[in-house]
């Protein structure tokens, strides 16, 4: 029975390794794969209780890409989970299940997301201004970047938006509610398309959403130069 056993967890334990190795060969296409993925499904997932799980198991799959996107050394991957976790937990909370302060989970959420972008695009970055060739992988981890850089700055609007409410307004003159809202802005301002249906009030938001567009071009120049 014990040699059953074993056998049984040799062999689980060589699937996991053959996993996870496949998911390190390709994590930056994976992982750009699940930001798009989220980027698309966000807005038809919101709302209802099926959406909300949906949501929380694409968010999810985008934390445990991040955390293996910058597994290049022990410490990266320690740091990354200490803030993936305590996400993953406080989306567990959101739940109806949990009988939990939401507006306090959302705001302790929005702070680990921030951290968990600004650091997974931090050390992408790294990982390709030391790499010496460009392969297909470091094109992936290159476009990982800049769409981590639109979300980073999305959460960062957030944050402002409730430290200072009235930051934002639409075109009709209303607060900005809806996550979507906020990375819509995020990417317009990114892009430098203003499309101008969301407009920058205060001076905290006017200032970050001009570093935003400063960022943007700079990434780009900087890939031109280093691709």
Known sequence: MEEI???????????????????????????????????????????????QILLSLLTTFLMIMMVVAVADKKRYTIIALLLAVPWFLIILLNFPLFKTDYNLLIKKEIVFALLLFAYTTYRIFMHIIKSRDVTAEILFASICVYILIGLTWSTIYVIIEILYPGSFIDTNGQLLHDGQDFLFFSYTTLTTVGYGNIEAITDQARSLASLEAIAGQLYLTIMVARL
Do not use: C, N, W
């Open 5 to 51: 056993m074993s056998k049984a967890q040799s062999h689980g334990d060589s699937i996991f390794l053959k996993i996870l190795d496949r998911l390190m060969k390709k994590r930056f296409a994976y992982l750009t794969k699940s930001l798009l993925l989220l980027i698309i499904a966000y807005p038809y997932v919101q709302g209802e209780m099926t959406g």
